[in-house]
């Protein structure tokens, strides 16, 4: 994992704008003490995809002053992938008001953080004008999630470019060490769910305590993967009868949460399903 930290300073910076003590005069007469953004922490594991350790209030300039955090590619772009607030305080929450221009990442927090934000504060409403934009993503405390492609790895690579597989299996066996429980994860689409009975197996074979079947949500540019990536009527109730099968041949034994599919390819698509500046037409299923 490479991390940049992109501000060290607390709340307020330095210089702070309502102090003359002497590391801020000293900050702004550029006399030995260096001037400081507020804390913040960009962190990727393949070198592509970011995330950022909490939003600063500085966030617009922390991104400016780090070249790899710039879009490339498209016109459209950022490889900040999601934020990871590690709380509610402002420090560390205002700078999602600065992301807010329409370019979907995901949020994880604890579901008091996000209600704090969403619920009781109107202002942060503004990242809720289009779905997706901020993807609420809550977190549990003490319960890893191991997002997982496929138990196959061709599959995987077909999916993601290249397949995790081994690592994820090694990452639980550390978590399983540690005596933390375990959530695993996989996303259920077209292509993988035929093996919706191996993922379970592979589920117990980790020692998860808990896992997730979540059908792939189709919002925003996903939509464009639609009419790959979205199952039949039938392939969606064969899983349905799969799921409730293996409920209770585990029942007690490792936890199913399922997450139904919101949409088929035959039922169209929710208006807000849309990405950014498409026709409504265009995003339609078949
Ligand atoms: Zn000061």
Redesign the pocket.
Same mark, same amino acid.
């Given at each position: 994992m490479l991390a940049i930290v992109l501000g060290s300073a607390a709340g307020g910076g330095?210089?702070?704008w309502n &102090?003359? &003590?002497d590391? &801020?005069q000293a900050a702004r007469r550029d006399d030995g003490v260096r001037r400081r953004t507020q804390d913040c922490v960009a962190v990727t594991a393949d070198g592509r995809r970011w995330f950022l350790l909490n939003a600063s209030p500085d966030i617009a300039r922390q991104i400016e002053d780090t070249a790899k955090l710039w879009p490339a590619g498209a016109r459209r772009h950022s490889p900040i992938a999601g934020v990871v607030l590690t709380n509610g305080d402002l420090d560390h929450c205002l700078g999602l008001l600065s992301l807010r221009e329409w370019t979907p990442f995901s949020l994880y927090a604890t579901a008091p953080t996000l209600a704090g934000l969403f619920e009781q504060n109107a202002m942060f409403r503004t990242l809720d004008r289009q779905r997706p934009h901020a993807v609420r993503r809550p977190l549990v405390l003490g319960d890893p999630v191991a997002p997982l492609l496929d138990s196959d790895a061709g599959a995987a690579v077909a999916v993601a470019g290249r397949c995790g597989l081994d690592r994820k299996r090694e990452f639980a066996r550390r978590v399983r060490a540690l005596g933390a429980s375990l959530t695993v994860n996989f996303v259920l689409h077209r292509g993988n769910l035929e093996r919706l009975d191996q993922f379970i197996d592979l589920a117990l074979e980790l020692g998860a305590d808990r896992v997730e079947l979540a059908h792939t949500q189709y919002h925003g540019w996903a939509v464009l993967n639609r009419r790959t990536l979205s199952p039949s009527p039938a392939q969606i109730e064969a899983a349905d009868r799969t799921v409730a099968r293996a409920a209770r041949r585990h029942a007690g034994v490792i936890e199913l949460v399922y997450v139904t599919p919101e949409i088929t390819a035959e039922a169209g698509s929710p208006d807000h399903g849309r990405p950014p500046g498409s026709s409504a037409g265009s995003t339609r299923g078949r």
């Open positions: 330095v210089p702070q &102090c003359a &003590c590391n &801020c």
